[in-house]
């Protein structure tokens, strides 16, 4: 093996443009090729790889950022340590969640409404099963909204008609649709802490639905008024 | 919630005829998906992708033996390198037969399935060029040049880079695996340079046998004081 590294040796200097020393002519031609192509090779893979490393580290760089910036003005304004280190968390806790969110949005907005459908019916598939109450609740709503006398849920009826028209010749029955227009509705949507998801005071547009699940270990509070 | 019971059948029923369309739709795309009709293998195969990691393997065995056999230690797994080399060979004609019948994506990324268009495709690539000129370092040839057209087989190994590209992987790992990709790339080039130096450098010394007035390309650790004596350890199988 002696004699192969003193070639991988040699080869790693002639990388690094070290004096090899020749003396011939051949040997100087062979050298100047040898450098200059090397140059364009080493140029190649150098560059994809300065790439490659920025990439894989430009997402926890530019959260170290945001953390760097809140750090510089926190002690600019000479806040208090333990609201910092309160501050600092909550940034921990919400950076990498706030970049998934942002992942799954941008992921969802590019593929078409059909394949949308069926990512959320994946993704909410589960949740749905096991939220039955709700649903049937939600399903019997819908029923009344067939009836032409109910006003409470004629605009549900109106645009579940809008999904059924198109899909109806599919064959596919009513409570496929009506799993479908939910699902259509149904997203993940990042709330901040301390943040009113739903309050008493808004009005609801009819056929809204005010389901929501909380994930990622999430809690909320309900407050009723009278 | 007591007038809407949780078990209530109609809505499992309901969830489990939506779930169980789901799945027929996505059985029903997994059995057409890289499928492809008339003896032409789709690129999405399993088994064309299966086959594309064989090749690259091979490729990368023939890399580093080639040049090694060529420049350093010509007899290189010696008694084993002949049906090896036999082996190898009949693996990378088949894979230009199998490049000729492996469907592609258009710019639109539309799969062609046709024949004459796939056979036009990869014939007027410089990908097929350099896979049959590297097929003329035919088994038990001696002559030099057709070895070294052997060392085009790093072309096949560059087929990395599309594979780990068009992954379904975690952005993050995929950046790590072309890092490594291209990691693996340098030290094959510093692993060909260094073979390259030393079948020119080997030239040297035997012209230098022949003729004392030549000098023999010294390696510079050698070249200040002389004391290693490089060339005389070489003499000796000092290897």
Redesign the interface.
């Known amino acids: 093996m002696f004699l192969y590294f003193v070639c991988l040796y040699y080869s790693c200097l002639v990388i690094g443009g070290n004096e090899m020393g020749p003396k011939e002519l051949p040997e100087l031609i062979f050298m100047v090729v040898i450098n200059l192509t090397g140059a364009i090779f080493q140029a190649y893979i150098f560059g994809e790889l300065a790439v490659l490393i920025a990439q894989v580290g430009r997402k926890s760089q530019s959260q170290q950022e945001r953390i760097d910036n809140a750090n510089t003005a926190m002690e600019n304004v000479s806040l208090p340590e333990l609201l910092r280190k309160d501050i600092r968390e909550y940034y921990q806790t919400i950076l990498q969640t706030s970049a998934q969110q942002e992942e799954l949005d941008t992921f969802i907005n590019t593929i078409s409404p059909s394949l949308q459908l069926r990512v959320r019916s994946k993704m909410f598939h589960n949740i749905l099963k096991e939220q039955n109450a709700i649903i049937i609740q939600t399903y019997k709503n819908y029923q009344d909204a067939s009836n032409p006398n109910n006003d409470k849920f004629k605009s549900l009826k109106k645009s579940m008609a809008k999904v059924e028209r198109p899909i109806a010749s599919d064959g596919k029955t009513r409570g496929d649709l009506f799993f479908e227009s939910i699902l259509q509705r149904l997203g993940t949507q990042l709330l901040s802490p301390d943040i009113d998801i739903v309050s008493q005071d808004t009005k609801e547009e009819h056929g809204e639905l005010y389901m929501f699940w909380t994930g990622a270990g999430g809690k909320c509070k309900v407050k009723v008024r009278d | 919630?007591d007038e809407?019971?949780?078990?209530?059948p109609?809505?499992?029923?309901?969830?489990h005829?939506?779930?169980s369309?789901?799945k027929d739709?996505l059985r029903s795309q997994g059995a057409t998906a890289g499928s492809a009709t008339g003896g032409l293998i789709s690129c999405k195969n399993a088994w064309r992708i299966r086959w594309s990691y064989l090749i690259i393997f091979v490729a990368i065995y023939s890399v580093i033996f080639i040049p090694?056999r060529i420049?350093?230690?010509k007899d290189a797994l010696d008694p084993w390198y002949t049906p090896l080399d036999f082996f190898t060979f009949l693996l990378y004609v088949l894979d230009v037969f199998v490049n000729l019948r492996t469907t592609y994506l258009d710019s639109f990324g539309e799969e062609i399935q046709d024949a004459k268009k796939i056979m036009k495709n990869y014939a007027g690539s410089p990908g097929f060029y350099i896979d049959v000129l590297s097929l003329g370092n035919y088994p038990m040839s001696d002559h030099p040049i057709l070895s070294i057209i052997g060392i085009l087989k790093v072309n096949r190994v560059l087929r990395i880079s599309t594979l780990v590209k068009e992954s379904n992987m975690d952005?993050?790992y995929k950046?790590?695996l072309?890092?490594l990709y291209?990691?693996f790339?340098?030290i094959i080039?510093?692993?060909l340079?260094?073979?390259?130096?030393?079948y020119?450098?080997e030239q040297?010394y035997n012209e230098y046998l022949k003729d004392s007035r030549?000098?023999p390309?010294?390696?510079?650790y050698d070249?200040y004081d002389g004391a290693d004596n490089?060339w005389e350890r070489?003499e000796q199988g000092?290897?």
């Open positions: 919630m809407f019971p949780r078990t209530e109609n809505v499992v029923l309901m969830i005829d939506l779930e369309k789901m739709d090694m420049a350093v230690y952005k993050g950046s790590m072309m890092m291209y990691y790339l340098f080039y510093l692993h340079v260094g073979c390259m130096w030393f020119f450098i040297t030549y000098q390309w010294i390696p510079p070249y490089f070489y000092d290897q």
